[in-house]
Each structure stands twice: as C-alpha cells, then as structure tokens.
C-alpha cells in the first residue's frame, strides 16, 4: 500500500509514494512539516505532540500521515471547510502558478525522491571531462528566467540536463509553453525520468500549473535532435564551462550558427564575443550573435562559493547583413572617389595641354612681333641712309 496524502487544495489531486523506498518517508514528513505545518496547522492537531521537532522513523510518518488524512480526507467531517482554503490562508500555495518558493520546494521534493543519494551522480561522472558534473542552482536559474522575461510562447531546452531539475524548475517558475532536457549520461538520465515523473505528481498534488515537460536520454548532437534545438527552441542553457575545446567547436558548427533569428542562448562560457565584425571574424558566430554577460549570483552553482559568470548569446544575422552593406557601401564610395579623381586628372591634362597651345601661341606671336620690329628698324636705317647720301 502506497504512502498517501490528501490534497487541501480545490484542483488538488492525492499523492502517492511507493512504500518500498524508505526515503519516500522522510518526502512525506518533509511536505507536512514544511508545507502544511506553517498554512494548516489546524489539520495537524492530531498528530502526536512535538512531532515536527523529532526526527520519526518510518512507522511514525506514516501514522501522521494517516491522522493527517482523516482530517483532509473527503469523507471527514467539516469536509467542505477543510477542502475550501482561500489563498489568503494558502497564500503562495493558494495560487496555480508558482513562485519561486513553492517551484523550489516542489523541485526539491521531487529531488529527494528520485535522487536518494546523491554521492552517486558525482562518482558516476569523469573528472576533468566535458562530463564533469555540476549544478546550477535554483536560485541562479530564477534570476536567468526572470532576466530574460521567460513565458507561454517560449520553449527551453538544456543541453546536458543531467537529472533534470532545472527543466523541471523552469516549467514550473516560468509557465513556458515547454521544457526539454537531454542528457548524453545514462545513470542521470534515468534518475531524470524518475524526477520528472514525481515533479509530476506533487505539481498535481498542490493543484499547479505546469509547462510540457518532457527529459530525454540521448546524445544532443544527434541529428534526431536537430530540429528541437534549432527550430523550436527559443531558449537554450547549457552549463559548458567544462567543455573542451573540441565539443565546444562542433556545437558551435552543427548547432548554434543554425539557429533561427532571436534564439537565446545562455551558457558559463561565452560562445561570441563582443568585438564587432571584421573580415576576418565573419565566419565566427560573433558575425551573427550578440553576446552580454549575465547577473551572476554568490552561490550560484554547486562546485563553489564564488560567484560563476554567465552569458548570453542572441542570433543576429542581420548583424552579418549590415557588415556586407557597409562594405559594399565603402567599395562604392572609394569607386566613385576613384572615378572623380580619374575626371580630375583628366581635366588637370587637358587644362595643361591648353596652357601649353597659349603659351606656344604668345611665344610664337611674341617671336613674329620682335622680327616686324626688326624689319621695320632696318627699313628706317636704310631710308635714312639714303637720304643723307
């Protein structure tokens, strides 16, 4: 027989744990202690006193969830009561989109149920690899969905998404059309599917709005998921600070210089840069992108305190366009430059090869003057010789 609890919430639905998993106890005390506990303490009157403060074993739990129930059951008394909360007394819990609190305890509930030990996914993975596993967290994620105003039209895809807690996050947070993970390794990417699948049932448990939702195992390089990645989504995170130089090549070639105009994409090391175009960068993806760094958080990631910087990468072809227009338009320019320097120093030519014809010409006339003043002198001389003889 499953671990059940009853839902409080009008559109809430009952959740179901298995009972041979004996960390699925400690999901169920975690949910009545930090959940119902704080909203409802009215419905926990029954259980035995002290019990939020004592660390209770399996069978314990599971007598306070079973006192908790014949209180929020349908058939208990005062039923329409109980089942009524206003959202003024559920408050955050009372509405169907979530914040970031209940998106995070959600998250983290459903953490704890596929991933009871975690040491696991960290021994599983290479180090110093592209394999290298680490965590953004979910605080550091609320500040990228809410920087980039993430919502209903926006489809998100991590690239890499090891068990799947930021997709599931921001299918929850954001109210995105849809969130897709795909994760290459096999021992994450089966503990995924169990996250996704528990996600699921308490989302459906507290009455809550969700996104598609949907975490692959698979390899994202593989044709088969070419489509997804650059047609469909709109927004891209992948945690590549590990990367090698060879991955980061091939993603940047077979991925991210097919993306359709306006696609995000948010990363731990940047893919552009911020240099603008030159001859010799056009066929960089800074050619058609735009890229700005982040707000980073203290805390932000699981492998340091420090604060990791993230970018962001936007497709801008038209970035590309204008290169080759400006350049087409000084090409122009110097053309017509070049072609007016032609018709100056052509008129220059012609204008010396005038002035040379007049001056011929006033030298010539000059030389013609002087030797009619000659013939005339000489006449002179003789006509006054002769009369003086």
């Given at each position: 027989?499953?671990?059940?609890?009853?839902?409080?919430?009008?559109?809430?639905?009952?959740?179901?744990?298995?009972?041979?998993?004996?960390?699925?106890?400690?999901?169920?005390?975690?949910?009545?202690?930090?959940?119902?506990?704080?909203?409802?303490?009215?419905?926990?009157?029954?259980?035995?006193?002290?019990?939020?403060?004592?660390?209770?074993?399996?069978?314990?739990?599971?007598?306070?969830?079973?006192?908790?129930?014949?209180?929020?059951?349908?058939?208990?008394?005062?039923?329409?009561?109980?089942?009524?909360?206003?959202?003024?007394?559920?408050?955050?819990?009372?509405?169907?989109?979530?914040?970031?609190?209940?998106?995070?305890?959600?998250?983290?509930?459903?953490?704890?149920?596929?991933?009871?030990?975690?040491?696991?996914?960290?021994?599983?993975?290479?180090?110093?690899?592209?394999?290298?596993?680490?965590e953004t967290n979910l605080e550091q994620m609320a500040s990228i969905i809410d920087e980039l105003r993430l919502g209903p039209s926006d489809v998100f895809v991590d690239l890499g998404s090891g068990?799947?807690?930021?997709?599931?996050?921001?299918?929850?947070?954001?109210?995105?059309?849809?969130?897709?993970?795909?994760?290459?390794?096999?021992?994450?990417?089966?503990?995924?599917?169990?996250?996704?699948?528990?996600?699921?049932?308490?989302?459906?448990?507290?009455?809550?709005?969700?996104?598609?939702?949907?975490?692959?195992?698979?390899?994202?390089?593989?044709?088969?998921?070419?489509?997804?990645?650059?047609?469909?989504?709109?927004?891209?995170?992948?945690?590549?600070?590990?990367?090698?130089?060879?991955?980061?090549?091939?993603?940047?070639?077979?991925?991210?210089?097919?993306?359709?105009?306006?696609?995000?994409?948010?990363?731990?090391?940047?893919?552009?840069?911020?240099?603008?175009?030159?001859?010799?960068?056009?066929?960089?993806?800074?050619?058609?992108?735009?890229?700005?760094?982040?707000?980073?958080?203290?805390?932000?990631?699981?492998?340091?305190?420090?604060?990791?910087?993230?970018?962001?990468?936007?497709?801008?072809?038209?970035?590309?366009?204008?290169?080759?227009?400006?350049?087409?338009?000084?090409?122009?320019?110097?053309?017509?430059?070049?072609?007016?320097?032609?018709?100056?120093?052509?008129?220059?030519?012609?204008?010396?090869?005038?002035?040379?014809?007049?001056?011929?010409?006033?030298?010539?006339?000059?030389?013609?003057?002087?030797?009619?003043?000659?013939?005339?002198?000489?006449?002179?001389?003789?006509?006054?010789?002769?009369?003086?003889?």
């Amino acid at each position: 027989m499953p671990l059940e609890l009853f839902p409080i919430c009008g559109t809430g639905k009952t959740l179901r744990l298995p009972t041979s998993q004996p960390h699925m106890y400690q999901v169920i005390y975690g949910i009545l202690k930090q959940v119902y506990l704080p909203l409802v303490p009215d419905i926990l009157e029954g259980l035995p006193q002290g019990w939020s403060e004592l660390l209770l074993d399996q069978n314990q739990v599971a007598e306070c969830a079973k006192k908790y129930n014949m209180a929020a059951k349908p058939d208990a008394k005062n039923v329409k009561r109980r089942r009524s909360y206003s959202s003024s007394i559920l408050k955050e819990w009372g509405h169907r989109q979530c914040t970031f609190g209940v998106a995070r305890d959600i998250v983290n509930f459903a953490y704890e149920c596929a991933v009871p030990r975690p040491s696991q996914l960290n021994n599983h993975y290479k180090s110093f690899s592209s394999e290298t596993y680490g965590e953004t967290n979910l605080e550091q994620m609320a500040s990228i969905i809410d920087e980039l105003r993430l919502g209903p039209s926006d489809v998100f895809v991590d690239l890499g998404s090891g068990v799947g807690q930021l997709v599931c996050f921001a299918a929850a947070y954001s109210n995105i059309k849809q969130a897709v993970g795909i994760e290459l390794s096999p021992l994450p990417a089966g503990r995924a599917v169990d996250l996704s699948n528990y996600f699921k049932k308490i989302m459906d448990h507290f009455g809550k709005n969700c996104g598609a939702l949907k975490l692959i195992h698979g390899d994202f390089l593989d044709p088969k998921f070419k489509k997804l990645i650059t047609e469909e989504a709109t927004v891209i995170y992948i945690n590549n600070l590990a990367f090698g130089p060879e991955l980061m090549l091939r993603i940047t070639l077979e991925l991210l210089q097919e993306l359709k105009p306006g696609t995000r994409i948010v990363s731990t090391k940047p893919f552009g840069s911020r240099k603008r175009v030159t001859y010799r960068s056009t066929c960089d993806l800074s050619a058609i992108s735009d890229t700005v760094q982040m707000r980073s958080l203290v805390n932000g990631v699981s492998w340091t305190a420090n604060k990791v910087d993230f970018w962001l990468t936007t497709m801008v072809p038209t970035k590309l366009y204008k290169y080759y227009e400006s350049e087409l338009h000084k090409k122009k320019g110097h053309c017509e430059r070049s072609e007016a320097g032609e018709q100056n120093q052509e008129h220059g030519r012609k204008k010396r090869k005038t002035e040379l014809r007049l001056d011929s010409s006033v030298k010539k006339s000059n030389e013609s003057g002087t030797n009619s003043a000659r013939s005339r002198r000489l006449a002179f001389s003789e006509r006054t010789l002769s009369s003086n003889l």
